[in-house]
């Protein structure tokens, strides 16, 4: 197991001694943001021990691979590939890429069009590189359901292109266990969070993801043997809300007590 680690473009990290309190909390590895200082964080990686498996693509918000704007998709490109790189010197296996985005100026079909294309071109990499590219489900309005998901994947007949499900994610319109077992072997990462409806109906559908793990409307049990029936073994990364008051070694001491109990369900 491990902790999503996006890290704040505007603030430097402490990498190192983020790494070190990791690895004293329990945890295996992190996943990295893309477009970090690579030395940095190879240095870090070293020092503390944790491995890297997954890395997530640093522009695929502010630069959407859908955006009607070539010069905007250019650089959700560029981003994309930089994750690529960034992952092989980490010895990371894939990268979580958001696939874009549908709003009222980009419809959905244009989206899926301009995904693709997108995707493609980054392919050649990837393979060269032996890491792949892995789509995950947000609340962006796009492959909203898991039917899509395994089209979405499928269509590119490349094993380089997987899916990072994340867990909370569907909780708001569907059911997890469903997803998984409908991806199967696509799904190449895990994230994992909680999710509850009732925190979603009283102040909000993003503050359902306030809910501590094991608390909310996620059928954990279920979700495990889906991942068990898939033959999944991989990382289960969290991306767990942290409520406020909580020093950094608090927080992840009990993050990662949650996580065993959860994973030893």
């Known amino acids: 197991m491990l902790p999503s680690l996006r890290g704040d473009p505007g603030r430097p990290v402490a990498l190192r001694d983020t790494f070190r309190l990791l690895r004293e909390s329990g945890f295996a590895g992190v996943e990295v943001r893309g477009s970090m200082n690579q030395r940095e964080v190879l240095a870090a990686r070293d020092a503390s021990g944790l491995e890297i498996p997954s890395v997530v693509v640093a522009a695929h918000w502010t630069h959407p691979l859908t955006s009607p704007n070539p010069s905007t998709r250019a650089k959700g490109l560029e981003g ?71 089209a979405f994947v499928d269509a590119f007949q490349s094993p380089w292109v997987r899916w990072h499900f ?20 696509r799904i190449v990462k895990v994230h994992v969070k909680e999710y509850s409806r009732q925190i979603r109906d009283e102040r909000g559908p993003r503050h359902g993801f306030e809910a501590a793990l ?30 406020p008051g909580l020093s950094d070694a608090a927080w992840l001491q009990r993050l990662s007590g949650e996580l065993d109990r959860l994973l030893a369900l």
Not at 91 to 119: C, F, H, K, M, Q
Not at 166 to 185: A, F, H, K, M, Y
Not at 219 to 241: F, K, N
């Open 80 to 150: 994309l590939r930089q994750a690529l790189r960034d992952a092989k010197a980490y010895g990371a296996d894939s990268v979580l890429l958001v696939p874009g985005v549908v709003n009222r100026e980009i419809p959905y079909d244009a989206a899926l069009a301009r995904a693709t294309t997108e995707i493609r071109a980054a392919l050649p990499l990837a393979e060269s590189l032996g890491v792949a590219i892995a789509i995950e489900n947000v609340w962006n309005k796009f492959l909203l359901s898991p039917l899509e998901a395994v």
């Open 166 to 185: 994340d867990v909370g994610n569907v909780v708001d319109t569907g059911w997890p266990e469903q997803w998984i077992r409908l991806l199967g072997p």
């Open 214 to 243: 094991m608390t909310g409307d996620i059928d954990w049990p279920a979700v495990l043997r889906a991942l068990d029936e898939i033959g999944y073994s991989g990382w289960m990364i969290t991306e767990q809300h942290r409520p």
